[in-house]
């Protein structure tokens, strides 16, 4: 048959999507090619809306939980810094004077204002280590550490508190800490070589703190002390050095320390400063 001659099937016309059938000469019967190329057009468009239109009926939901699940950072809590400052100062002219559980309600009506202020914490700790309250100072002076992470006072308050409770090897880690920020803190100086007494903790590093303790001591009793300290000392690391044991403690052959007549000025711990937290 020719191409293009029309094909006739149970007397009517076979069309399909408005194309009409042919027949070529190997008698296979098909779509004219142009009106082919116009059918399948449609066809296509239709097929890819179909598939845009699955695609977003997915994602779409999920955009949506994505929206629901977006957390929102609630603005910083407002302290009133000035009110805690002004309080502050007032707790400490009232410690000052001596009126401990005033200063301490001042200062908790300053931590309430803004919890932030770590001079206010130590100045707390010092109050309720007066009034004996020693698990309570320690607490507030834990607060003052966490934040001022380079200042010294409050390991050595820590160290302070500890010493006096009888806790000596605690005691010394604190002023150990303590020295490691501030290697010229007289008082962690202090507390150091007196709390490794007291654990038998005397070795080449409680040498340095004392031989660094020497270069910067003022008072003539503490002065006398450490120069009793070091040559006694030296002397029991050179022995341990020569494998020589020492005696125990206390054996009568131990060798009784010598001591400057009085009693050495007490470790006390230090107030700090009201400061307010730089901006930013």
């Known amino acids: 048959m020719a191409r293009g001659r029309r094909v006739r099937s149970l007397g009517t016309n076979r069309e399909l999507s408005g194309a009409l059938y042919t027949c070529d000469k190997s008698g296979n019967v098909g779509p004219e090619e142009s009106e082919m190329q116009l059918t399948r057009k449609p066809l296509i468009q239709s097929l890819t809306c179909a598939a845009l239109a699955a695609t977003l009926a997915v994602c779409l939901p999920g955009c949506q939980t994505n929206k629901k699940d977006i957390v929102t950072i609630p603005a910083p809590p407002a302290f009133d810094t000035a009110k805690a400052v002004q309080l502050a100062e007032q707790g400490l002219t009232a410690?000052?004077?001596g009126d401990l559980d005033t200063a301490i309600s001042l200062y908790k009506q300053s931590i309430n204002a803004n919890p932030e202020?770590?001079?206010v914490w130590t100045n707390m700790g010092v109050a309720m280590m007066a009034k004996q309250n020693f698990p309570a100072a320690a607490e507030a002076f834990k607060h003052a550490l966490d934040l001022s992470p380079t200042d010294s006072r409050p390991l050595v308050n820590l160290g302070v508190a500890y010493l006096?409770?009888?806790?000596?090897?605690?005691?010394y880690t604190y002023f150990s800490q303590a020295l490691d920020r501030d290697p010229q803190n007289i008082d962690a100086l202090r507390g150091a070589i007196t709390a490794a007494q007291r654990c038998g903790r005397e070795d080449e590093r409680t040498l340095d703190y004392i031989k660094r303790l020497q270069l910067i001591e003022t008072d003539p009793k503490w002065k006398q002390e450490l120069g009793f300290r070091r040559v006694r000392l030296e002397n029991s690391l050179k022995d341990r050095n020569k494998g020589i044991q020492m005696p125990a403690r206390n054996s009568p052959q131990f060798p009784q320390q010598q001591s400057s007549p009085g009693a050495l000025p007490p470790i006390a711990p230090s107030p700090a400063p009201i400061q307010s937290l730089p901006p930013g």
């Open 164 to 171: 006096d409770r009888g806790w000596a090897d605690q005691a």
């Open 95 to 97: 410690q000052r004077a």
């Open 117 to 119: 202020l770590s001079g």
